[in-house]
């Protein structure tokens, strides 16, 4: 675990499971990571512009934060409940989220992958 979340226990959901329609799925991985393949209609912003992006995410919806494994995730997670936001990490990221069958698309809207 980071520095950052091992000191306090960060709410989860299973990447496999359904997030409800209120959520917004954020991905903070890098650029490169996003390119590769990332989940439909999610919102991207890499975890260190995560301060900059505060302020254009809605406060009345649960923000599901999603990286490649869910370390990074859970980091933007504190740092959001710390801002004022609901904010839940996507266990295991998006290697679980691939894993349980959900699809990895790119921009252009093919199959991706998780990078």
């Known amino acids: 675990m980071s520095p950052m979340h091992n000191r306090r226990r960060v709410p989860s959901t299973a990447a496999g499971g359904t997030l409800p329609d209120e959520y917004v799925l954020l991905d903070v991985r890098e650029p490169h990571e996003w390119e590769a393949g990332h989940a439909p ?6 975890l260190r512009d995560l301060e900059a ?3 254009r995410l809605p406060m009345n919806r649960t923000i599901a934060v999603i990286c490649r494994s869910g370390h990074r995730s859970a980091d933007a997670v504190v740092k959001l409940q710390d ?3 609901s904010a839940v990490n996507v266990a295991g990221g998006l290697l679980d989220w691939q894993a349980a069958g959900k699809p990895v698309v790119t921009d252009a809207g093919t199959e991706g992958t998780v990078a």
């Open 41 to 46: 209609d999610s919102w991207f912003c890499p």
């Open 53 to 55: 992006m505060r302020f």
């Open 83 to 85: 801002w004022g936001f």
